[in-house]
């Protein structure tokens, strides 16, 4: 079985454009905590990844949102 490594899924998942680093980077102070920026770009990312989803058509209803959790959790039980 391959190990698998938080790292190796980070380096698969994001791609991001420099301009996006840069533009984050400059909003932040000229001192700040690295999980600062790192949160900041993970939430460009996934919004970025949202709007390229419903651009798609890859959505769904707030019901249907509601019933997927509700399974969910009933198996979770």
Known sequence: MEKYSKTSR????ITMKKHKVIETLDQLPDEFNIEELVE????????????????KGRTMTLLDAKNKLEEKWQTLQ
């Open 40 to 55: 900041k770009l993970l939430f460009i990312e996934k919004v970025e990844k949202g709007i390229q989803d419903a651009d």
């Open 10 to 13: 980070l380096k698969k998942s």
